[in-house]
């Protein structure tokens, strides 16, 4: 029962930091950033402060996933996160799917399914 927990805690904490990277995206899209006061200007959009709450957030879960459980167990469970990237890349900002992209995400599935069955 713990082992399902750490898993699905482990994916949803994948989510939250894509859903985090998702957000920095938004609030970079057609920005300019040429100088460290438009960086710091940055800080103040909705989207980047979003994206760092979640964050902060996934931080706290990731701590909790680490005190329950073994790291070099849930360090390659979270490689999930590029699956959503890249499905929110397609989906969200319109990216290309190449056949690299697609072999690169079928492997990862593949090693994902292999850890998670121990």
Do not use: D
């Not at 800080?43 to 402060?49: D, S, T």
């Not at 931080?59 to 469970?77: D, H």
């Not at 996160?81 to 056949?99: D, H, P, Q, R, V």
Request: proline residues 2%.
């Amino acid at each position: 029962m713990v082992e399902e927990l750490i898993i699905f805690l482990t994916i949803l904490n994948s989510m939250f930091m894509v859903i985090g990277q998702i957000m920095w995206k938004l609030g970079v899209i057609g920005k300019e950033i040429n100088s460290v006061s438009q960086l710091l200007k940055l800080f103040l959009n909705p989207f980047i402060i979003l994206g760092i709450a979640i964050y902060v957030f996934a931080t706290g879960l990731w701590l909790y996933i680490l005190n329950k459980g073994e790291l070099s167990y849930v360090y390659p469970l979270q490689s999930i996160s590029y699956i959503f990237a890249l499905m929110a890349g397609l989906t969200i900002f319109k990216e290309n799917l190449t056949a690299s992209k697609l072999i690169g995400v079928c492997l990862i599935c593949l090693g994902v399914i292999m850890l998670a069955r121990k």
